[in-house]
């Protein structure tokens, strides 16, 4: 019989169980090390576990490999016997023996199931999606950070419930990583995260609640001119959001439980869509078509029931659609000063310059508002000016990203018909059912305007 023990000289196995002991003893440490967060970098789940248990199951996998090409090398020698090995459990070395492996194989056993956990669990955290993929996820990941689902998960949205939903996460993520190591994703990442249909809505509905009665709400929409004082523009709209049962003439009744819709969209980002179906909650069904839309086109088509992101389909990571409305944003926020002259005007268009990198665009921001104002003459408060700069630039970092060609309107927000189709892909009146009656495009089905008033005094700013 081979002893074990000869078998075990071999190099490979040598340097396999180097290689296992060497990377189980860092991932104890490391791992200790990141739950006692001393790690802030998201590459550190990258060598914490992915790396070292890779090397640690490699190492695993070399000791076998080495004992048999030194068994397969000492049968080659006219002394070598043949002889299957013979376990002797009344020797006492043999019973140590076999303790010790048992152990060892319930130590490696418990360090692959907490490594792949804690790799999986990683994997699905927002760092790794938005800075691991940093070149192709940074849009998303910054919008999403300033985003009011900036305390969701990117896996809680993008990952359906059970296992089919997982697998086919998993299997596209793998086909992300490997459009990431060749460079081959598209510039930009196309819009919508591709789950089958129901799975989306049900990761709406973990956090909201669809039955639940909603009452009106009102709503403020505050704009600002290009004259010289950026005068303001407010308009109070009163929203008829409705609850379940819903009335028809009310947002949420495309929510309702006991309502189905489903529709055919025919082009990329379904912004035109010839067919709509609705059975209401008594079962009684009508169909909507365009004067366009043939059996052909309908047919060929593709089909989708309704669902939650159909109208909220950025609400996890918005990027504004116009530079008009993200500067509108920051000058409600009071981020940027109106007593500055002209400086709506001003920061939309300097927003609107194309640039070659993101870094180019801050810089040219600083350099030419500065110019600008020099250039006005008069006394300029330069706290205020400075504020104004660094909130246009946040505005610019979170809204263009050169190198995927991501900039204002690249991803239209359908929660509204202000700077994309939005509700107006169905209420258009273009829709007629058979027996005439039509999705409607009456502005109060969904909303009523109570006031809009125009101010163009600038109130003194606060310290």
Known sequence: MIARAALARHPLAIAGALIATVSAV????????????????????????????????????????????????LKRSPDAAADWPVFDFRRPEVRRTALLLTALTALNLV??????????HWMESPSFCGQMCHTPMHPQFSAWQ???????????????????????????GVRQLAHVITGSYPRPVPAGIHLATGEQS??????????????????????????????????????????VPAASRSIHWHA?????????????????????????AKGQVKEYVTPEATEQIVAAGNHRVMECNDCHNTVGHPISAAPEKAVDRAITAGLVDRQLP??????????KISHSSQDEGVQAIDRELRTFYQSQGGSIDQQALTRAIAAVQDVYRRNVFPTMNVTWGTYPDNKGHMTSSGCFR?????????????????????????????????????Q
């Open 26 to 73: 860092a991932f104890g440490a490391l791992m200790i090390a990141a739950l006692a967060g001393l790690f802030n970098s998201p590459y550190a789940g990258l060598v914490v576990f992915v790396a070292l248990p890779t090397l640690f199951v490699l190492g695993l996998l070399l000791v076998p490999a080495g004992m048999w090409l030194q068994q397969q090398k």
């Open 146 to 172: 300033a985003a009011s689902h900036a305390r969701v998960a990117c896996a809680t949205c993008h990952i359906g419930e059970g296992a089919r939903g997982f697998v086919h996460a998993k299997l596209a």
């Open 202 to 243: 049900l990761s709406c509905t973990g956090c909201h609640q669809p039955g639940r009665i909603a009452a009106d709400r009102i709503r403020v929409l505050r704009e600002y001119a290009d004259d010289e004082k950026s005068s303001e523009t407010i308009t109070v709209l009163q929203m008829h959001m409705g609850g």
């Open 256 to 280: 309702d439980p006991a309502v189905r819709i489903e529709y055919v969209w025919t082009e990329a980002g379904r912004e035109t869509i010839p067919y709509v179906r609705v059975t209401d």
């Open 342 to 351: 002209y400086v709506r005007r001003e920061a939309v268009r300097l927003l």
């Open 426 to 462: 169905c209420h258009d009146d273009t829709h007629v059912a058979k027996d005439g009656s039509k999705i409607s495009a009456d502005c109060e089905y969904c909303h009523k305007q109570i006031e809009t008033q125009k101010n163009t005094e600038v109130a003194a700013t606060q």
């Open 111 to 120: 360090i692959i199931a907490v490594a792949g956990y804690g790799s999986l």
